[in-house]
């Protein structure tokens, strides 16, 4: 495991790597991806690595990420484009479609009553700016024909992930107490 430069505020955790290792399995060979949520880069740099991604963009709302995002992408993300956007999904306006897009997004919704008290931390782990419905209408949007977006979260969510999905072609897969979530545009 490549040893990635992490805030203290929050460290990436294995469901980010869980879903690396679903979507590889999955064979599939895209040119352009975008991580939704990026931190500190580790789902986008890790697909780019083991899938020769040579386009690879960084969806990010919180510029406390910069320093660590930078620094991954320099170290070790070797591939003909990165770009990184800074702002939230909702607000974003894909400028390009993607073959992949992929997300850890945050795992509790405010009125749950989960909020850290560190406001830098809340935003990582609370959906403080977007909420679910955003996330996938967004991404099933910019996705290119026959693209695949992934998501990874908690059996706990499973009954707002289902509410936001709605009439999108939602697949859930549920491995080690985590689910990955996949819309496709095919």
Known sequence: MTDYQQPEFYRFNEDSLALVKEIVSQGFQPEKILDIGAGSGVIGIELAQKLRIPVVHFLELQKEWAP???????????????????NSVGRWIPETKYDLIVANPPYYLPENGRLS??????????????????????????????????????????????????????????????????????
Request: overall charge positive; aromatic content about 12%.
């Open 68 to 86: 660590f995002l930078s620094a991954n992408i320099e170290t070790y993300l070797k591939v003909s484009e990165v770009k990184i956007f800074w």
């Open 117 to 186: 008290p560190d406001p830098v931390r809340a935003r990582c782990r609370s959906f403080l700016e977007d909420n679910w419905e955003t996330l996938f209408a967004k991404s099933f949007s910019a996705l290119k024909p026959h693209g695949h977006a992934f998501f990874v979260t908690t059996p706990d969510n499973l009954g707002h992930v289902k509410r936001a999905a709605r009439d999108l072609p939602l697949r859930i897969i549920e491995k080690n107490n985590i689910l990955i979530l996949r819309i496709s545009s095919e």
